[in-house]
């Protein structure tokens, strides 16, 4: 058994300029930078939200500009092998997640853990 929820909304700019992209989108959806610099490499910062709302975070990317989803789980293996089963594929391993395709074409991140508790909104899959 293991759990996964919807976690992160992630805004893919493309470009370096994260504190620009950063700026824009805080003060476009009006929520306040929470950090900005999550991994200290420049690439990510997070915007301000409630408990009750997805995270939101802006990463600089080589790829054109898109929006994209993370899911998190308490074990990214089962994870990738149940959205495997759905008909999604794993396009490759980054940093400690994994970047899987739905059969739509979109891209989704495979997330570890991201907070304490799941919270109520948690699957549960055997």
């Known amino acids: 058994m293991h759990r996964s929820r919807l976690c992160n909304l992630v805004i893919d700019c493309q470009g370096t300029d994260l504190a620009a992209a950063t700026t824009f989108w805080s003060r476009a959806l009006g929520k306040p ?15 301000e939200t409630a408990p009750d709302e997805l995270k939101i ?6 790829h054109p500009s898109r929006v994209h989803l993370d899911i998190e789980t308490d074990d ?4 990738a ?4 089963a759905l008909g999604a594929k794993r396009i490759g ?13 979109h891209r989704f ?18």
Request: glycine letters at 6%; aromatic letters at 10%; a negative charge.
């Open 81 to 84: 092998a149940r959205l495997e």
């Open 33 to 47: 930078v929470e950090n900005p610099d999550e991994d200290g490499d420049g690439r990510y910062a997070s915007l």
């Open 76 to 79: 990214l293996d089962a994870e």
């Open 93 to 105: 391993f980054v940093k400690r997640w994994w970047v899987m395709e739905a059969p739509t074409g």
């Open 57 to 62: 975070l802006i990463q600089c990317v080589d």
């Open 109 to 126: 991140c495979i997330v570890r853990r991201q907070t304490e508790d799941f919270g109520p909104h948690t699957n549960r899959w055997d």
